[in-house]
């Protein structure tokens, strides 16, 4: 028997899931709690729960964003930086969350699921020492 | 280089530095082991695929699955922490290739480990690349000398063929690659020895013996050696193979020698299961003949539309106890156009180099003869098989007739004939000249013990007494009546000196 992944038993909870409400939600979630008890699964409960919120985010049209910067962004750039992400991602909803990090020394970094741009002064000084090094 | 000049090269360097700033893809390792990083994120990477960790060590992506990409580790695993995080570089594993790669030592990965200084070049070739189609390639018409008596008459090498070199440890299968390579000196030819999992000793003792015989002038290696992890042993041929091509794509003739798949196949072993993939045969994975046949395959010769160079292999494979029906063995026999078949029973009995004669072929045959060679070289292989046939009969009983003995003298004349010292390759026509006076039962009369002297006496005499025949095989390459009788004269005249 083929095993089966994290990916599909997160699919299937989504499916299972998906439209329920009050009763229906809870009868739902009782059961998925006891299909990864039986599965012995319940360990990896984290990383399952975080695929099922990839899939509902995927379904609802929700882009999560992770913002750093050297020093605290205003309203304004934070629009700007959504603004731009909905409309390269295509979403309809942009969850963002801002951090401040010195070490970056200036510029962002921006990371959007398993892709990230990097326009921080200290990833540019890293490809320099790379630069030179090679050289 | 002084200060000013150093931090003026430095100003210079970082005015002209552009920063490239593009959005990556990235992934964190889920775990590190053995040299393979089991890496989560990271869609849309690409087979084979080059990927940077954290503290740069780069990888290359290996199994791509469904929730987690296996990357194999280049270099320093111990430095890879879990967590960390793994960019891809949408570049597949490539390697530098330049000409001034000649003369020099590189690692798996193609940086010089000689100690010589960096290798400036911008151009590189990728590791894995689909070998040239049907229409690009020649049949294999010109010959690679070796140097080596009994491979260039009885199993002639053609450039862009792949011969397989197998035999027991300590038979002599580096020996004759060696030989091969320090033979090729104004031969035209381009000469790329990889090492596989081999000792840093003896990959020394091979560089000086190289660069002894002035082969390092045409000579580039590839190591991978047996400190280092599996996975460079296991890039280390397509390394060799990549800069080979290189060469090959500028209409020049090149000459790998992959020393030695056996280790390789135990680098790839060693990786798929460590990768978790379905062990097969011995362990092996399923693919371990495509990973062998997709080397080999590269190996070919050009037509003159594609420039018109070539790529010679010759792969070494290591047998246990003479055993040739296992499985890598075989397998690479299948895809190999041939085999030189080294045995330790003739090896100890002092037939160096110990090939035998009846187990090896070349599938090129006399095609990859010049014509002077084919000549005498026809009947040699019969006269030997038949040699052993007798040589076993003979055993029984003493009582055996004139055309049988005198079968057996003519055979124990050829295996004389056919030892030859390590590091001593011979050129074409001198062999041409001490083969002729054999199948022409010139030397019958010459005593087996002193074939040696007969023959080193004989060459030094041909070559102030035959100089017509010489002249024209060394310039034509043709055999012509007048040049045969000359050779004729000449060995007659040796020999009558030589026994009176």
């Known amino acids: 028997m083929s095993k089966i992944s994290i990916q599909n038993i997160a699919q299937a909870i989504a499916s299972h899931t998906a439209g329920k409400a009050g009763a229906d939600l809870e009868r739902a979630n009782k059961d998925t709690i006891q299909f990864l008890s039986k599965k012995k699964l319940l360990g990896r409960s984290d990383e399952i729960l975080d695929a099922v919120g990839k899939i509902i985010d995927k379904e609802d049209g929700v882009v999560r964003i992770k913002v750093l910067s050297a020093k605290s962004l205003d309203g304004h750039d934070k629009k700007e930086i959504e603004e731009n992400i909905k409309h390269k991602y295509g979403a309809k909803e942009i969850v963002s969350e801002y951090l401040e990090d010195k070490d970056l020394l200036g510029g962002m970094k921006i990371i959007v699921g398993d892709e990230i741009l990097d326009t921080t002064y200290r990833n540019k000084l890293d490809q320099l020492a790379t630069h030179l090094i090679n050289k | ?500």
């Open chain 2, 1 to 500: 280089m002084t200060k000013n000049n150093i931090v003026e090269n430095l100003r210079k360097e970082i005015e002209n530095f552009k920063a490239d700033t593009k959005a990556e893809k990235i992934g964190h390792v889920v775990e590190v082991f053995d040299g393979i990083a089991k890496v989560s994120g990271l869609s849309d990477i690409k087979a084979s695929e080059m990927v940077t960790f954290a503290n740069g060590v780069e990888g290359v992506a290996l199994n791509l699955e469904e929730d987690s990409v296996g990357v194999i580790v280049l270099g320093d695993f111990s430095k890879i922490r879990e967590g960390d995080e793994v960019k891809a570089t949408g570049k597949i594993l490539e390697v530098p290739v330049s000409d001034l790669q000649i003369g020099r030592v590189l690692n798996a990965l193609g940086m010089p480990i000689d100690g010589k200084g960096a290798v400036k070049t911008d151009k590189t070739n990728p590791v894995e690349r689909v070998a040239s189609g049907v229409m690009s390639r020649q049949s294999v018409d010109q010959p690679v000398q070796t140097g080596i008596k009994a491979i260039d008459a009885l199993i002639p090498i053609g450039r862009g063929q792949r011969e397989l070199i197998i035999g027991d440890r300590q038979t002599g299968k580096t020996a004759i690659a060696i030989d091969a390579i320090l033979n090729q000196k104004g031969q035209n030819m381009i000469c790329v020895y990889v090492s596989i999992g081999q000792k840093d000793s003896k990959l020394r003792k091979i560089e000086t013996r190289l660069a002894e015989g002035g082969a390092m002038e045409y000579t580039i290696i590839v190591s991978a050696g047996s400190s280092e992890p599996s996975a460079m042993s296991y890039i280390a041929p397509y390394t060799g193979v990549a800069i080979a091509e290189h060469f090959m794509d500028a209409g020049k003739d090149v000459l790998i020698i992959y020393d030695d798949l056996s280790k390789h196949a135990v680098a790839y072993r060693e990786i798929s299961l460590l990768l978790r993939r379905p062990p097969g045969r011995e362990a092996y994975p399923g693919d371990v003949f495509y990973l062998h046949s997709r080397l080999l395959e590269r190996a070919c010769r050009k037509n003159k539309d594609y420039g018109g160079g070539s790529i010679t292999a010759l792969p070494i494979i290591e047998t246990q106890a003479g055993d040739i029906s296992a499985y890598i063995p075989t397998n690479v026999i299948s895809i190999t156009d041939g085999q030189i078949f080294l045995e330790t029973d003739l090896f100890y009995k002092g037939v160096r180099p110990a090939v035998n004669v009846g187990f090896s072929v070349s599938r090129v045959g006399g095609s990859a003869q010049i014509k002077g060679m084919k000549k005498v070289a026809g009947t040699l292989k019969l006269d030997l098989a038949q040699f052993r046939e007798l040589e076993a009969f003979s055993q029984f009983g003493s009582d055996l007739d004139d055309a049988t003995k005198r079968q057996l003298e003519r055979g124990k004349r050829a295996v004389e004939m056919l030892k030859q010292p390590q590091y001593s390759p011979i050129v074409v026509e001198h062999q041409i000249i001490t083969l002729y006076a054999l199948v022409k039962g010139m030397i019958d009369e010459v005593p087996v013990e002193k074939i040696k002297e007969f023959e080193i006496g004989l060459v030094a005499y041909a070559e102030n007494n035959a100089k017509t025949f010489l002249k024209d095989i060394r310039e034509t390459k043709m055999w012509t009546d007048a040049g045969e009788a000359e050779l004729k004269q000449a060995i007659g005249d040796y020999k009558a000196g030589f026994l009176s």
